[in-house]
């Protein structure tokens, strides 16, 4: 049954790359919830996701980073919430830079322990999408069809840093310790786009992706039902790891569907320094 919720997903996709082909990079009147600034294709995006999912039947609700609350479907009776950011890393637009689309797929709450999938779509030189259930499996569509490329599994130890948040907000131990990265080798690699900075350390093999609880932003920037919670998910079926610095994020509780989490994803030599730093 969830296999429906990919196709739409699938078909989404192509749909929402043709938005971004076609739609001005226009800034709107509005913010979104969590007090970004909207742009008309993040509008777009949200309308065309929330329309197609909420009309599956096996869709009980959905709820979207660019909206305050659930919005449920008709069928009261379906196992599925899909919690989805429309368009991740909209800002970098502007730039031409790779963009993402992110999704989780709950049954019956929007709880960390009953994400059963993940999937996120990258719009980037070419159109593609990572699917895990039991598996982190890549897809690129070809102009015609999706390709499914394999599953995709970490190394347990990576050479790329991508650290995110504002250097001057970060904390000592967090500085030194991205600091003893690059000394060791470490190559930066951020773009400022969630979905491209870890994907590539996914394509890559291993890596860090960090972002921070910082001085300006205590609870970290990144949002754990349409973020953070989904890639948790596919870099543990990766073979990775994905924790705050003290606890595992896929067992963090939700006071609020908006809420944030300092977050850091990688292989296995990278989160054991995380932890050795934060514990
Ligand atoms: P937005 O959707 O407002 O462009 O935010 C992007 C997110 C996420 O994709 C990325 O990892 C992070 O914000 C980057 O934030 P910093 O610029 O603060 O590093």
């Known amino acids: 049954m969830i296999s429906v919720i990919f196709d739409t997903l699938k078909e989404s996709a192509l749909r929402i790359d043709s938005l971004l ?15 970004d600034m909207q742009l008309e294709v993040d509008v777009l995006a949200d309308k065309l996701l929330q329309e197609s999912l909420l009309m599956l039947p096996c869709v009980k609700g959905i709820c979207s980073e660019e909206q305050a609350d659930i919005v449920y479907s008709s069928h009261t009776q379906a196992p599925y919430m899909i919690a989805y950011d429309p ?11 790779s963009i993402g689309s992110i999704f989780g797929i709950y049954n019956h709450s929007l709880e960390a322990k009953n994400l059963i999938a993940s999937a996120y ?5 070419k159109l593609e999408m990572l699917i895990a259930q039991e598996q982190p499996l890549h897809y690129r569509y070809n102009g015609q069809t999706w390709h499914n490329l394999g599953a995709l599994q970490l190394k347990t130890k990576g050479k790329i840093n991508a650290p995110g948040g504002t250097q001057k907000h970060w904390e000592g131990k967090h500085k030194a310790m991205i600091e003893s990265l690059f000394a060791q080798g470490y190559r930066l690699r951020y773009s400022g ?10 394509i890559k093999g291993g890596g860090l992706f960090s972002y921070p609880a910082t ?11 349409f973020e953070v919670f989904p890639f948790a998910f596919i870099y543990e079926k990766a073979g990775g790891y994905a924790t705050n610095g003290t606890q595992r994020l896929l067992e963090l509780e939700v006071a609020h569907l908006h809420d944030s989490t300092p977050c850091f994803f990688g292989s296995e030599y990278e989160i054991k320094l995380v932890k050795e730093v934060y514990e």
């Open 21 to 35: 082909k076609s739609t001005s990079a226009q800034y709107l009147q509005s913010t979104n919830t969590s007090g």
């Open 87 to 97: 368009l991740d890393g909209s800002s970098l637009i502007d730039s031409n830079l």
């Open 121 to 125: 779509i990258i719009y980037g030189p």
């Open 215 to 225: 001085s300006d932003a205590p609870t970290g920037k990144l949002r754990k039902l």
């Open 193 to 202: 786009g969630m979905v491209p900075d870890l994907h590539q350390i996914l």
